[in-house]
């Protein structure tokens, strides 16, 4: 990739995709939905659902189930705050041009490029031969989706870095390859934030993740009042109280995670809440832990259960998100096959 400043002169962009793949938790909310809310007061935003994307792991849903999957996620999105009326909602497979344009990003891409990609190896383990070709090719299509919209800046964790690199390679590659320099930005990535990695509330080193086996190890936007209660309660912690200063938490995972939770939550820095809590024990700062959480996560919850429970609604703001996206994406691939030589009917 060049290291020229790129000569991209669109508009600014961010775009940002979830799988439909089990339930959103905690650190779904504050990771990705609370930035997803502030950002569509600052940004052009299109948040996505990425359907696609969910095939690659599990082919068989079931009748009905993937579709109402994405619902879900994007009665999350709404629940949350996101408002249709200022940034785009849609599922990733009612927009044909991400896969259109997959194909021909699959022609520019290298494969040492996606040998090199951590996430493949871990997730098509030790016999990678086995593996679909769709867990192989993914990052593609994430290049894909960023880019049919021309977006200029994508929200991404530390994990996702690697695949925002390679779309920023295959972005280079295609304007290079085709002598049209600066039609594709490279997208640059907006880096976490307060609250932005939270951690398993069993494992202080794994990431909350909707596919650990262990319930108690996230909260669930789903979950009620008590039983976010109760896996605050049961959070795997250390037997030292809290310390006075961020340092001395640096190499106690689980406390930092609990504090960060909490600090996320209240507005505040992890330096603010050791300034109330240094010096006592778990068992004075998980109840007001307990207490923040429901309390800031009861209305989302509310919200989320009424989205879902009108499911026509949730279709109508996907299918006006449709239409938005298209508008946008069409004549970008237009412009793309006209660019790469392709006939076209006059």
Sequence with gaps: MTDETPSYSGPERVFSGVQPTGN?????????????VRLQDTHDCIFCVVDQHAITVDLNHGPGALMDQTRQIAAAFLAAGVDPDKAIVFAQSSVRAHSELTWY???VARMGWLERMTQFKEKAG????RASV??????VLQAADI?????????VGEDQKQHLELSRDIADRFNREFDAPGFFPLPEPLIQGPGARIMSLKDGF?????????????INLTDDADTMARKIKKAKTDPEPLPATV????DRVEARNLVGIYAALAGKTDQDVLDEFGGQGFGAFKPALSEVVVESLAPVTQSYKDWLADPAAIDAVL??????????????IAEVRDIIGFWRKS
């Design 24 to 36: 959103l938790h905690l650190g779904n909310y504050l990771g990705a939905l609370v930035k997803f």
């Design 105 to 107: 990003f699959n022609c």
């Design 126 to 129: 030790k016999d990678k031969e």
């Design 134 to 139: 769709g867990i192989f090719d993914y990052p």
């Design 147 to 155: 880019l049919v919209y021309k977006a200029t800046h994508v929200p």
């Design 206 to 218: 794994k990431k909350m993740s909707k596919s650990d086996p262990s319930d108690l190890s996230r």
């Design 247 to 250: 340092d001395e938490l640096q």
């Design 319 to 332: 299918a006006k998100g449709a239409e938005k996206a298209d508008e946008i994406a069409a004549p970008v």
